[in-house]
């Protein structure tokens, strides 16, 4: 899946309202662990920012009270496993909607990426679902719901570039450069779970305050960690730091370098090794999602 990002957001635009829903990926720009609380989740500073590679989801509405999914990936993530159908049975639940809907997946995101794709997911069938079905619930509100499902889905809801403390849901909007990145995805599906709950994750990196953290180059805690244990991945960040300055997004596997220039960028793909797979995306402060909302 060497790819130019040719199914992307801007070549398909679609009118019809309940179509072609983006569930955009994100990356963290920079990722620290700065304690852990006694839930056992890691208190973290990162900055998110979303990129023009997205996942698509179509909505059909129904009188009955069926959430049905329609998904590719059905093979790899039974239903009751879902995000997208917890999301639907969230909404339902909290907003006492009676009917139902039918909902299509396609599903372009790798899986255990760190581009948070699940949760976007989950994001984008909250959103749509809400304006669809009319149940008027609060965007603050979305992302509580959102936040039980997994702790990326409250930036999804908010739709805009952040710095984010607490596990993810302490939002300030921030505008990094849009850049252009290429993203390398390793062969190798990392659990966020285990990668936390690693002995030798580092978890005491002092908290900073936001201008600081803005200012200082960008770094990812568990990027070590992550290398040592998945070789693919420290292959494909020693192949990526040859053409641009490179990290890991979330717990990995998935790695990009920054480019000023499209071209840089697509020039860096064309020289891809045969054994890798990757894409090129630009950085957006503003989502994929949060601009199809405005157009409604
Ligand atoms: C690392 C990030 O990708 C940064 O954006 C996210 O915080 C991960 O978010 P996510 O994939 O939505 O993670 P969740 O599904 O909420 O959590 C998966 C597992 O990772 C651990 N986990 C997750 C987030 C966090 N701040 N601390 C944790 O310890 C928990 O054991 C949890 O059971
Ligand atoms: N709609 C969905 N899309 C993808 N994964 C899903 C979905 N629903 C549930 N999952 C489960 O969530 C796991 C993590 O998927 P996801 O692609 O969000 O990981 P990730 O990109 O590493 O996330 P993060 O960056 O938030 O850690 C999958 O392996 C799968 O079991």
Redesign the pocket.
């Known amino acids: 899946m060497t790819s130019t990002n040719s199914h992307n957001f801007y070549n398909s635009a679609n009118s019809d309202i309940s179509k072609h829903w983006p569930a955009p990926a994100?990356l963290?720009l920079f990722?620290h662990?700065t304690g852990?609380?006694a839930d056992?989740?890691?208190?973290?500073q990162?900055l998110?920012q979303f990129i023009d590679h997205c996942d698509y989801l179509d909505f059909q509405i129904t009188d009955s009270p069926e959430l049905i999914l329609h998904s590719t990936i059905s093979d790899s993530v039974a239903d009751s496993d879902n995000l997208i159908l917890k999301a639907a049975k969230s909404l339902k639940k909290h907003t006492q909607y009676n009917g139902g809907a039918h909902i299509w997946l396609d599903k372009l995101l790798p899986m255990g990426g760190?581009l948070?794709g699940?949760?976007s997911d989950a994001a984008t069938t909250l959103v749509a679902l809400n304006a669809l079905w009319k149940t008027n619930v609060s965007p603050q509100k979305l992302a509580e719901i959102g936040l039980v499902?997994?702790?990326?889905?409250p930036?999804f809801i908010n739709g805009f570039s952040a710095f984010?403390e607490?596990?993810?849901e302490r939002l300030i909007s921030v505008e990094p450069a849009e850049l252009w990145y290429l993203v390398v995805v390793p062969d190798v599906h990392v659990?966020?779970?285990d990668?936390?709950?690693d002995p030798s994750l580092p978890r005491d990196t002092p908290k900073l305050e936001i201008v600081s953290l803005m200012g200082q180059q960008w770094t990812n805690d568990?990027q070590k960690l992550v290398t040592t244990r998945h070789p693919q991945v420290a292959n494909a960040l020693s192949w990526l730091v040859e053409y641009a300055p490179s990290r890991m997004?979330?717990?990995g596997a998935c790695v990009f370098g920054e480019f000023t220039h499209s071209q840089q960028a697509l020039d860096a793909l064309a020289e891809l090794p045969a054994d890798m797979q990757g894409f090129v995306a630009k950085g957006m402060n503003k989502s994929p999602l949060q601009i199809r909302l405005e157009q409604l």
């Open positions: 994100k963290n990722l662990v852990q609380r056992g989740y890691h208190e973290l990162t998110f760190g948070g699940g949760s499902l997994g702790a990326d889905v930036v984010a607490g596990v993810g659990s966020t779970q990668i936390f709950q568990c997004t979330g717990t």
